[in-house]
């Protein structure tokens, strides 16, 4: 059974970093895409950034230059360091993960991350 299982959301204050983790186990497939999203309360939820096992990477407008995306697609592990956070980034974040196994869309728990003014 696949999972993703996240870490490293939490508290931190306008202008500071953070480092989100995920990892998909139970799998010995590699993943064709994982990445990362995001909602907050009352808004629908939006990526955050991907990237694909061809290298392809892409990130939302609102994060482009304060995030960055990195991972294995054979170790089946992603990295987000997001610096610059502002409030408007606190949300529940999301690891997401596609692999060839049924049903091919995992998703992890979700990360609290919360900035604060």
């Known amino acids: 059974q696949v999972q993703l299982v996240e870490s490293g959301g939490g508290l931190v204050q306008h202008g500071g970093s953070l480092r989100l983790s995920c990892v998909a186990s139970g799998s010995s497939v590699s993943t064709d895409v994982m990445g990362w999203y995001r909602q907050a309360p009352g808004k629908q939820r939006e990526l955050v950034a991907r990237f694909t096992n061809d290298g392809n990477i892409i990130y939302g407008d609102s994060v482009k230059g304060r995030f960055t995306i990195s991972g294995d697609n054979a170790k089946n592990t992603v990295y987000l360091q997001m610096n610059s956070l502002r409030p408007e980034d606190t949300a529940v974040y999301y690891c997401?993960?596609?692999?060839?196994?049924?049903?091919?869309?995992?998703w992890g728990q979700g990360t609290q991350v919360t900035v604060s003014s």
């Open positions: 997401h993960a596609r692999l060839p196994i049924y049903p091919y869309m995992y």
